[in-house]
C-alpha cells in the first residue's frame, strides 16, 4: 500500500496525503465500483487521475457510515434496521400520546360526537317545527293558510339543510 503525504504548503494550507484509487479500495473494503459511486456522491475528494485525498475522504465515508448507523441515512440506507426501529419508535410514542390525550379528556370519540350532535339537531328541528303552531296560538289574527305556509317554509329550509326529504312526524 502506497501512501504519500505532500508537505504543507507555504500559505499554511494542510499537508495532503494521496493514495491510490487501489489502494483505497482496500482500506475500506470496497470495490472499484462502490468507489467511484463515492466520487459520485461527493464523499471520495479525487485530487487527480488515481489520486485521492486519504485524510478528507476518510473523514467523508467515516461521516456518512455514522448517518447510517443513526438512522439518517439516504436512498435505500432509510429501509436499514436502524430506520425501522427509529420509525417504530415514533410511532409508538405517538400511539402514547394519544393515550394520555384520552386519559387527561383532552380526546372525545368520534361517535360520542356524532351521537351528541344528532341528539342537538333533533331538539332543534323539533324547536323549529313547533315554531308555526306557537305563531298560531301568539297571533290569533293568522290564518291555517298563513300557518301552513310558515311550515312548508320552516320544512323546505331544513329539507335544503339537510339535504333530504322534509319528515312530518
Known amino acids: 500500500m502506497r501512501i504519500v503525504q505532500e508537505l504543507p504548503g507555504l500559505d499554511g494550507d494542510r499537508a495532503v496525503v494521496r493514495i491510490g484509487g487501489a489502494d483505497l479500495c482496500t482500506l475500506l473494503r470496497i470495490s472499484p465500483a462502490a ?10 475528494v479525487r485530487l487527480g487521475r488515481d489520486n485521492y485525498d486519504l485524510t478528507e475522504t476518510v473523514g467523508r465515508y467515516t461521516e456518512h457510515l455514522r448517518g447510517i448507523a443513526a438512522g439518517r441515512g439516504g436512498e435505500a440506507e432509510s429501509l436499514t434496521l ?6 417504530l419508535a415514533r410511532a409508538q410514542a405517538d400511539a402514547q ?7 387527561r379528556g383532552e380526546l372525545v370519540k368520534a361517535e360520542d360526537v356524532a ?5 342537538i ?7 323549529l317545527l313547533a315554531i308555526p303552531s306557537r305563531l298560531r296560538a301568539d297571533l290569533g289574527h293568522l290564518t291555517a293558510a298563513d300557518v301552513a305556509q310558515i311550515d312548508r317554509a ?7 339543510i339537510g339535504g333530504g326529504d322534509a319528515r312530518t312526524d
Do not use: C, F, P, Y
Open 154 to 160: 320552516l320544512r323546505d329550509v331544513l329539507t335544503e
Open 82 to 87: 436502524t430506520g425501522e426501529r427509529a420509525r
Open 121 to 127: 339537531l333533533r331538539g332543534l328541528r323539533s324547536q
Open 35 to 44: 468507489l467511484t459511486a463515492l466520487v459520485q456522491r461527493d464523499l471520495a
Open 97 to 103: 400520546e394519544l393515550k394520555n390525550a384520552s386519559l
Open 115 to 119: 351521537r351528541e350532535w344528532a341528539d
